[in-house]
């Protein structure tokens, strides 16, 4: 099974960016969708941005659009979230996530991901 370790948290001040990334044990091209999701303490992991096994296909939580963006570095098997003009909204516990097989529709339900790594804290002050 697949291991994934998010890095690049930290804190940083409204309008500021970021650099998320998650680095997986194995090759991910073309063998699992990939995704970040987000939690705020209190509250439902909510689904950020997705990136098809292909690299062909991208979508983003109507909260991130035009902000973020989601990237793979298939030699490095490595996804990133690039994060601008951040907002206090924006501080959560991000959490990239994998999905194996050929699937991908639905790729906002956090209950089709069966792989997911330990989370980096993003801490956006106002």
């Known amino acids: 099974q697949v291991q994934l370790v998010e890095s690049g948290g930290g804190l940083v001040q409204a309008g500021g960016s970021l650099r998320l990334s998650c680095a997986a044990s194995?090759?991910?091209?073309?063998?699992?969708?990939m995704a970040w999701f987000r939690q705020d303490p209190g509250k439902e992991r909510e689904f950020v941005a997705f990136l098809r096994g292909d690299g062909k296909l991208s979508d983003y939580a109507d909260s991130v659009k035009g902000r973020f963006t989601i990237s793979s570095a298939n030699a490095k098997n490595t996804v990133y979230l690039q994060m601008e003009s951040l907002k206090s909204e924006d501080t959560a516990i991000y959490y990239c996530a994998a999905r194996p097989g050929n699937i991908y529709y639905g790729y906002s339900n956090k209950n089709l991901y069966r792989y997911w790594g330990q989370g980096t804290q993003v801490t956006v002050s106002s």
């Open positions: 194995e090759d991910i091209f073309n063998n699992y969708h």
